[in-house]
């Protein structure tokens, strides 16, 4: 199934900026959808963003025009600008890999972001 390593997360004022970052080993990953989903404490895993083969990209509706993916397959990664940070952010966030999306096919062990009012 690969591993999945996110790294970035930490603690940030609100209106600040924080990146995320993924790096995958032992899958294919060009032809990969990578994706992020958090979870808060007490709340069920929700959906952040999706990047597609092609680069295309959607996003929750929360963090729409705050947040932005990217890939670089040379370097087997993916990154999450997550700007505008707001305390409804905070969460554990967790980087996924699919061949076919939804089917996450393997996550990695999360990495908590911290926004304080």
């Known amino acids: 199934q690969g591993q999945l390593v996110e790294s970035g997360g930490g603690l940030v004022h609100s209106g600040g900026s924080l990146k995320l970052s993924c790096v995958v080993s032992?899958?294919?990953?060009?032809?990969?959808?990578m994706g992020w989903f958090r979870q808060a404490p007490g709340k069920e895993r929700e959906f952040v963003a999706r990047?597609?083969?092609?680069?295309?990209?959607d996003y929750a509706d929360s963090v729409k025009g705050r947040f932005t993916l990217s890939r670089d397959n040379a370097r087997k990664m993916v990154h999450l600008q997550m700007d505008s940070l707001k305390p409804e952010d905070t969460a554990v966030y967790f980087c996924?890999?699919?061949?076919?999306?939804?089917?996450?096919?393997?996550w990695g062990q999360g990495t908590q972001v911290t926004v304080s009012s």
């Open positions: 996924a890999a699919a061949v076919v999306w939804p089917n996450i096919r393997a």
């Open positions: 032992g899958r294919t990953f060009s032809s990969d959808s």
């Open positions: 990047i597609w083969p092609s680069g295309a990209t």
